[in-house]
């Protein structure tokens, strides 16, 4: 009798252009798992500086490998250029991330290339980028919209995160190379905690088929990130998601939403279901919500949740009216549970292994 083969689904991280290539080499340097990385960029000498599996340098014969000197049209033209080897690295893949910094030339004109590339080989494709801080000037803000546009029609998911919101998030003294760094750990937010729900093995395990359940062709995405120690921690990480400043927009009418929830190995599935109870509230009544927790022992007594909406009626969020938080912590601590696991996903297994950090 032949054994069963060990299919995995097969996911590959692209970042292209300067912040996407920044957004990548930060995902190596905390040693996200069970993805391959992809560097593509205009500029030579920081795809040098980069440890991805892949490299591809796309500006050698249009831009002499100086990058793209904030043009989209070049970066556009460069990935076009290069199309072939971009579908070469691509091939194969179950899933493809594109990550980028959205405003310059390679990233803002490339993205979409990559992204158009990645669907038509049949994986499913989501956008991962970032908008422009209002300092980086008005030409940017003006080319990341237009270029925000373009790779939301070549993408499956598109998730925008507003830099500018980050400001919300940290010290008003932080410095800009701090401010960066936090859009680079965003980034990576957004990309593992969809991954991690694949790849790791946890409390509650997705598969591929769930993710792309709620991912495929869903449109415009919102993202939303908490974390919380001490009594209720679950709970008051998951209000601090649905409330994040990252949430330009409301999650109401959300008809697919992607729950992540890690922690270590005291993580607790009447707590787990707290915290998914109260993302279940905020969402559309009809939602297919799917979520999984994750076992990672370097997180002590913390618990982080990520929670990725999309499935939108217009295709877009409506923007919340009062661009604040939907809900302050501690404000449901009380009478969001429900008894027993929602029935779309149950524990089928106990933890295996710790995940890695």
Same mark, same amino acid.
């Given at each position: 009798?032949t054994p069963?083969?060990?299919?995995?689904?097969?996911i590959?991280?692209?970042?292209?252009?300067?912040?996407?290539v920044n957004a990548?080499?930060?995902m190596?340097?905390?040693?996200?798992k069970?993805?391959?990385?992809i560097?593509?960029?205009?500029d030579?000498q920081?795809?040098?500086?980069?440890d991805?599996?892949?490299?591809?340098?796309?500006? =050698?014969? +249009?831009?002499? !490998?100086?990058?793209?000197g904030?043009?989209? $049209?070049?970066g &556009?033209? #460069?990935?076009e250029?290069?199309?072939e080897e971009?579908?070469e690295v691509?091939?194969?893949a179950?899933?493809?991330?594109v990550?980028a910094?959205e405003g310059?030339?390679t990233?803002?004109g490339?993205a979409?290339?990559?992204a158009s590339?990645?669907?038509?080989l049949?994986?499913?494709t989501?956008g991962?980028v970032?908008?422009p801080?209002?300092f980086?000037?008005?030409?940017?803000?003006?080319q990341?919209e237009?270029g925000?546009e373009?790779l939301?029609?070549?993408?499956d998911?598109?998730?925008v995160?507003?830099?500018? =919101?980050? +400001?919300?998030? !940290?010290?008003r003294?932080?410095s800009?190379m $701090?401010?960066? &760094?936090? #859009?680079?750990?965003?980034?990576?937010?957004?990309?593992?905690g969809?991954t991690?729900?694949?790849?790791t093995?946890?409390l509650?395990?997705?598969?591929?088929?769930d993710?792309k359940?709620?991912?495929?062709?869903?449109?415009?995405?919102?993202?939303?990130?908490?974390s919380?120690?001490?009594?209720?921690?679950a709970?008051?990480?998951?209000?601090?998601?649905?409330?994040?400043?990252l949430?330009?927009?409301?999650?109401?009418?959300?008809h697919?939403?992607l729950?992540?929830?890690?922690?270590?190995s005291?993580?607790?599935?009447?707590?787990?279901?707290?915290?998914?109870?109260?993302?279940?509230?905020?969402a559309?009544?009809?939602?297919n919500?799917i979520?999984?927790?994750?076992?990672?022992d370097?997180?002590?007594?913390?618990?982080?949740?990520?929670?990725?909406?999309?499935?939108?009626?217009s295709?877009?969020?409506?923007?919340?009216?009062?661009?604040?938080?939907?809900?302050?912590p501690?404000?449901a601590a009380?009478?969001?549970?429900?008894?027993?696991l929602?029935?779309?996903?149950r524990?089928?297994v106990?933890?295996m292994?710790?995940?890695?950090a």
């Open positions: 009798m069963p083969h060990n299919y995995l689904a097969v590959k991280v692209v970042g292209i252009g300067g912040g996407g990548v080499n930060r190596i340097e905390v040693g996200l069970g993805v391959e990385f560097a593509i960029n205009t030579a920081a795809l040098l500086m980069s991805a599996d892949v490299k591809l340098d796309v500006g =050698r014969e +249009l831009t002499r !490998g100086l990058g793209a904030a043009q989209p $049209d070049v &556009r033209q #460069a990935a250029d290069h199309r971009i579908e691509l091939k194969g179950d899933m493809v991330f990550t910094g310059g030339g990233g803002t490339g979409p290339v990559v590339i990645a669907r038509k049949g994986a499913l989501i991962v970032t908008r801080f209002a980086e000037g008005k030409r940017r803000a003006v990341a237009s925000i373009e939301r029609n070549e993408c998911t598109l998730i995160i507003p830099n500018d =919101r980050l +400001l919300q998030l !940290g010290d003294n932080v800009v $701090d401010a960066f &760094r936090t #859009a680079d750990q965003v980034l990576l937010s957004g990309v593992q969809i991690d729900l694949i790849t093995p946890g509650i395990n997705l598969d591929f088929a993710v359940s709620v991912m495929s062709g869903a449109g415009s995405a919102l993202m939303g990130i908490g919380a120690r001490g009594d209720n921690r709970l008051l990480a998951a209000e601090q998601a649905i409330a994040s400043p949430l330009e927009a409301s999650m109401e009418g959300a697919g939403v729950l992540s929830i890690s922690g270590g005291d993580l607790g599935l009447f707590e787990i279901n707290e915290a998914a109870s109260l993302v279940s509230d905020a559309h009544p009809d939602a919500i979520f999984g927790a994750v076992i990672d370097a997180l002590g007594d913390e618990v982080r949740v990520t929670v990725i909406a999309a499935g939108f009626d295709g877009k969020p409506n923007v919340r009216k009062d661009g604040a938080a939907a809900s302050l501690g404000s009380t009478g969001t549970a429900s008894s027993g929602p029935p779309h996903r524990p089928a106990a933890p292994a710790p995940a890695a």
